[in-house]
T-cell receptor
Framework: ETGVTQSPTHLIKTRGQQVTLRCSSQ?????VSWYQQALGQGPQFIFQ???????GRGNFPPRFSGLQFPNYSSELNVNALELDDSALYLC????????????FGPGTRLTVT | GQQVMQIPQYQHVQEGEDFTTYCNSS?????IQWYKQRPGGHPVFLIQ?????EVKKQKRLTFQFGEAKKNSSLHITATQTTDVGTYFC?????????????FGTGTLLAVQP
């Protein structure tokens, strides 16, 4: 196991609602990346946080937002949920620096009905 | 935008047969990483390749990075049922030195005992 934890494991929400997903990084890691993985597809980069600042963003709308806390844990917030937001949300922690491997958490399975 | 494609999408083999998945990037990459995701699990880092033409081996797994640093392959010799899962390659966003990853489309490996 990687030491990266995520909560909750599963979540069911209704279209239009808001959701917050949480991630605790592996000890000593200062960078957290969030990915969305739709069924049968590869993970899609949402954004990355380094030392509590957003450090890059993928092609996701502003209703996807995040936070990183001083202890390097992180939150992903999604407002105005849409059916297409149903996916596995993965966070991955790493050390900052070029090309460091990502340690993925188990993910949160979000279902939007 | 930057794309990372993998072929085949799916491969079914008999236990003991060999397996290869190919990864092609639309941009030159500073490095490429490989991950394995078991059914219902999360991506787990396997290896990172950095040098043009690099070949690395992990027991029955052989990884290769192309001379032009735009393609890579993973070869498994004598597959076992424990090899079942989806294999993803991933390259840095923009091709440069960053740990914001663009994942390939993945190859799902099924191994029949």
């Amino acid at each position: 196991e990687t030491g990266v934890t995520q909560s909750p494991t599963h979540l069911i929400k209704t279209r239009g609602q808001q959701v917050t997903l949480r991630c605790s990084s592996q000890s000593g890691h200062n960078t957290v990346s969030w990915y969305q993985q739709a069924l049968g597809q590869g993970p899609q980069f949402i954004f990355q946080y380094y030392r509590e600042e957003e450090n890059g963003r993928g092609n996701f709308p502003p209703r996807f937002s995040g936070l990183q806390f001083p202890n390097y844990s992180s939150e992903l917030n999604v407002n105005a949920l849409e059916l297409d937001d149903s996916a596995l949300y993965l966070c991955a922690s790493s050390f900052v620096g070029p090309s460091d491997e990502q340690y993925f958490g188990p993910g949160t399975r979000l279902t939007v009905t | 935008g930057q794309q990372v494609m993998q072929i085949p999408q799916y491969q079914h083999v008999q236990e003991g047969e060999d397996f290869t998945t190919y990864c092609n990037s639309s941009t030159t990459l500073s490095n490429i990483q490989w991950y394995k995701q078991r059914p219902g699990g999360h991506p787990v880092f396997l290896i990172q390749l950095v040098k043009s033409g690099e070949v690395k081996k992990q027991k029955r797994l052989t990884f290769q990075f192309g001379e032009a640093k735009k393609n890579s392959s993973l070869h498994i010799t004598a597959t076992q049922t424990t090899d079942v899962g989806t294999y993803f390659c991933a390259g840095p966003e923009g091709g440069g030195a960053t740990n914001k990853l663009i994942f390939g489309t993945g190859t799902l490996l099924a191994v029949q005992p």
